[in-house]
């Protein structure tokens, strides 16, 4: 069964802190991962792909280990703009030369207070 | 940028009725896709569709059905609205690339009351 597993928090940090959250998943054939994020009552919105060798974008970074299955996304310098949900996303493949589905987690809730 | 168009932010039925959700993407996307997301559950794939006139099932296909005459645009039917599908529902499109997925992009969805 198909099954991305996040902590579904709330993490409550302060202003400048540094947070990281992880996930994990069942499909050890996935190939693609993506971090999305979600601010309360709008739409899941693509934060950053999630590649092997692990990529930086600013003060997130996100990194993959396929031998135990997880990924995980870390902030730096956390602002409070970057209070929402991050929504963890793996592929998961019904059948070639269908269309690879994405498996979402139910999210991780970040609060930054200042 | 891409652009998801949904048709309704704010939809108010009753039950029984035959209720349609449109959705409307403008960067020539293959695939598309409709979700519905409940608090606790995360986003659930009711639907896909990755060619025109091309439809699979997703996880929660019960009382659903869709259509994709055209490649811009992807509708999601409830056939008789019940209560339980009171939810937000949330279409995207991505790009097909072979092997390689691609990240979805969202509409803004549709807040879905059955009364």
């Known amino acids: 069964r198909k099954e991305v597993e996040q902590d579904p928090g709330p993490f409550n940090v302060p202003e400048g802190a540094t947070v990281a959250f992880n996930c994990t998943y069942s499909?050890?054939?996935?190939?693609?991962f993506f971090w999305y994020r979600q601010d309360c009552r709008k739409e899941p919105k693509l934060l950053m792909s999630v590649y092997s060798s692990g990529n930086e974008d600013g003060r997130f970074t996100a990194q993959l280990n396929r031998a135990s299955q997880y990924i995980s996304l870390l902030i730096r310098d956390s602002k409070l703009s970057d209070s929402a949900t991050y929504l963890c996303v793996v592929d998961w493949t019904v059948w070639s030369g269908s269309a690879r589905q994405l498996t979402f987690g139910s999210g991780t809730q970040l609060t930054v207070l200042p | 940028d891409v652009k998801v168009t949904q048709s309704s932010r704010y939809l108010v039925k009753r039950t029984g009725e035959k209720v349609f959700l449109e959705c409307v993407q403008d960067m020539d996307h293959e695939n598309m896709f409709w979700y519905r997301q409940d608090p606790g559950l995360g986003l659930r794939l009711i639907y896909f569709s990755y060619d025109v006139k091309m439809k699979e099932k997703g996880d929660i296909p019960e009382g659903y059905s869709v259509s994709r005459e055209k490649k811009e645009r992807f509708s999601l039917i409830l056939e008789s609205a019940s209560t339980n599908q009171t939810s937000m529902y949330l279409c995207a499109s991505s790009l097909w690339a072979g092997t390689d997925n691609q990240p979805q992009h969202f509409g803004d969805g549709t807040r879905l009351s059955i009364l």
């Open positions: 499909n050890s054939a996935s190939q693609s």
